[in-house]
Nanobody, 123 residues
Framework: VQLQASGGGLVQDGGSLRLSCAAS????????MGWFRQAPGKEREPVAV????????YYADSVKGRFTISRDSPKNTIHLQMNSLKPEDTAAYYC?????????????????WGRGTLVTVSS
C-alpha cells in the first residue's frame, strides 16, 4: 500500500494551498481516504475524509467552510483544497486510507498512512 502526498509548503495567513495524494490502484478502490494532521505538541486529528464513492465526506469543525476534499478516481488521487489558512492550521498533514470513512473520522485512526507533508502558515 503506497500513499504519496505532495503540495505542502509555506503560506501567509489567509492564503491557500492544495494538497494531493496519489495512491496505488489497489489502495484507491474501494478504500475511503483522507487527511489527518498533527501539530507540534498536539494530538493527531482527522481533518477531512472522503468515502470510496466520493459522495460521503467528513470535516473537522475547525476547517469546515475553508477546506474541501475531493477524489479523482481515474487518477487514483485525492486532493485537499485549503483556503483562508490560519496559523493554527500549521501541522504535518498525512494522507490516509481505510475501509470506512466514518470509522476513520470518528475513531481518529486509519489502516494505512503516507509520509507527512508540512504545511506552515505564517502570521
Amino acid at each position: 500500500v503506497q500513499l504519496q502526498a505532495s503540495g505542502g509548503g509555506l503560506v501567509q495567513d489567509g492564503g491557500s494551498l492544495r494538497l494531493s495524494c496519489a495512491a496505488s490502484a489497489r489502495t484507491f478502490s474501494p478504500y475511503a481516504m483522507g487527511w489527518f494532521r498533527q501539530a507540534p505538541g498536539k494530538e493527531r486529528e482527522p481533518v477531512a475524509v472522503i468515502g470510496w464513492s466520493g459522495s460521503l465526506t467528513y470535516y473537522a469543525d475547525s476547517v469546515k467552510g475553508r477546506f474541501t476534499i475531493s477524489r479523482d478516481s481515474p487518477k487514483n488521487t485525492i486532493h485537499l483544497q485549503m483556503n483562508s489558512l490560519k496559523p493554527e492550521d500549521t501541522a504535518a498533514y498525512y494522507c490516509v486510507a481505510g475501509l470506512s470513512a466514518q470509522q476513520m473520522f470518528h475513531q481518529r485512526n486509519a489502516d494505512y498512512w503516507g509520509r507527512g507533508t508540512l504545511v506552515t502558515v505564517s502570521s
